[in-house]
């Protein structure tokens, strides 16, 4: 008995506006601003007009800092992601319009109604990135004490998305009827009524933004914990990741799935979306070089001092970044120095990662700077449009992903060579869709309506 041919996947692609991180080479002529309007602007409408999913758009809450010093590109701001995917809802008609908010330092029913909003001024493309944060440091802006513990992160993250649940779910959507002897309209009584009793949120009351054209937005989530995996698995309809290689994003893909039966749901009601860094040019051997040329302008001596400093905790600005690695261990009794970034906490094991760092850069012959280069975060696809195209494709088909969040490293004008390059190549091969076939969100992902507690 021959078993039944596996039926070709259509690849989900989307577009993550650069912003303020270390992926975009600033020093590149035509790099441009993060924060006038005309760059989201220049992104959002390359993206629909390749007919991407969705445009996504980070959050950041406070200004970094190291030793003291605010970081050089934290300078010029870091924008209000709610304020910019309302704009842009007003310059685009299908696009997806995604935001990370997060669960920590907000409160369910603003962040309820902003997505709500959102949904109607967009005709339901809107996506909420529900995230959590470890750090007192941004908490600062926000809570007497900065932070909440660990276990109380994703506890109250939990409670905030099922809220938030509950106020969208408030309104069935025949709320207004007609009253025919006076002529007048009548408001059902119950429109908007919620009560919510939990540990984190005790709150009762009416929700004044009524039933979105989507239901619920889109949600997702950032995470690859066990509990961000288990939180993901319950509650999400897709998963923002990063996944470097083919065998760890069929791992991540196999274990993820695997935990949606538990919840009553099936494969394609959660969609694997890793972030996806790529290198374009005419030729491969064009686009390895012009993947080193990225890297090298992506880690500057300065920038890979800094990289540094996460692992050993002591001001290392004395030391050549062409030279050898520090011959002193990693300060692991102070503070840390990097306040408010993630990296810290990737390497909970200091010592351990400095021993295994310099017995690289010895074997490598590889200075500070070369050591960031190669240890860190590289294109994922480098090629010529065919190549990236077929990578893409082999990573989808063989259940690596369900598609990508590509982050080019240029702003605003990063995605174009993709767009009319690449795309083509992949709606030839019949992977990608030549045209929008609906009008919300959820139509784009292939997603059901949300199940809730009060139908229509």
């Known amino acids: 008995m021959t078993r039944p041919q596996k ?32 760059s989201f602007v220049h992104f959002a409408r390359t993206a629909e007009r390749a007919k991407f999913d969705f445009l996504f758009l980070a959050e950041g809450l406070r200004l970094r800092e190291q030793g003291g010093h605010i970081y050089d590109l934290d300078v010029v701001g870091r924008p209000d992601t709610f304020t910019v995917l309302a704009a842009l809802a007003a310059v685009t008609d299908r696009i997806g319009l995604t935001g990370t908010i997060n669960s920590t330092f907000n409160e369910p029913y603003e962040v309820a109604r902003q997505f709500a909003t959102l949904d109607h001024l967009s ?3 809107s996506a909420w990135n529900v995230v959590t944060s ?4 941004t908490g600062e802006n926000f809570r007497r004490g900065g932070f909440l513990p660990q276990e109380e992160r994703y506890s109250r993250a939990k409670e905030f998305l099922a809220t938030a649940h509950e106020l969208f779910d408030s309104w069935r959507g025949d709320e207004i009827v007609a009253d025919q002897t006076g ?27 009524p039933r979105s054209p989507q239901g619920r937005p889109v949600i997702f989530q950032a995470g690859d914990s066990e509990e961000g995996r288990e939180f993901a698995a319950a509650e999400a309809d897709a998963i923002f990741s990063r996944h470097g290689t083919l065998e760890a994003g069929q791992a991540f893909y196999r274990d993820v799935k695997s935990r949606l039966p538990k919840y009553g749901r099936r494969p394609e009601d959660l969609l694997i979306l890793p972030a996806a860094t790529f290198a374009l040019a005419d030729t491969d051997a064009e686009a390895e070089e012009l993947a080193r040329e990225v890297r090298r302008r992506q880690v500057s001596g300065a920038t890979a001092l800094r990289h540094l400093e996460f ?13 050898p690695l520090p011959d002193i261990d990693p300060d692991v009794d102070s503070d840390h120095l990097a306040r408010g970034r993630a990296q810290v906490r990737m390497y909970r094991d200091p ?7 310099r017995e690289l850069a010895e074997a490598n012959n590889w200075s500070i700077r ?7 975060n590289r294109q994922n696809f480098v090629g010529s449009p065919s190549t990236i195209a ?10 690596a992903s369900d598609g990508f969040i590509l982050v080019p490293h240029l702003t605003p004008g990063g995605l174009d060579e993709f767009a009319d390059k690449v795309v083509p190549l992949l709606q030839e091969e019949g992977v990608f869709r030549t045209d929008y076939e609906g009008t919300t969100l959820r139509d784009h992902l292939g997603l059901r309506s949300p199940v809730t507690a009060v139908q229509p």
């Open 7 to 38: 039926q070709t996947k259509q690849i989900h692609l989307a577009a993550h506006f650069p912003g303020v991180n270390n992926t975009t080479v600033w020093s590149d002529p035509r790099a441009g601003s993060h924060i006038e309007f005309s």
């Open 123 to 125: 005709g339901g493309r």
């Open 134 to 137: 470890w750090d007192a440091f």
């Open 183 to 209: 002529g007048t309209f009548l408001g059902d009584p119950e429109a908007g009524a919620f009560a919510h009793h939990g540990e984190h949120f005790d709150i009762h009351g009416r929700f004044n933004v």
């Open 311 to 323: 692992v050993w905790n002591r001001d290392l600005s004395a030391y050549d970044p062409d030279g």
């Open 351 to 357: 010592l351990a990662t400095a021993r295994e760092w």
């Open 370 to 376: 070369d050591l960031v280069i190669h240890t860190g």
């Open 390 to 399: 077929k990578t893409l494709n082999e990573y989808v088909q063989a259940d």
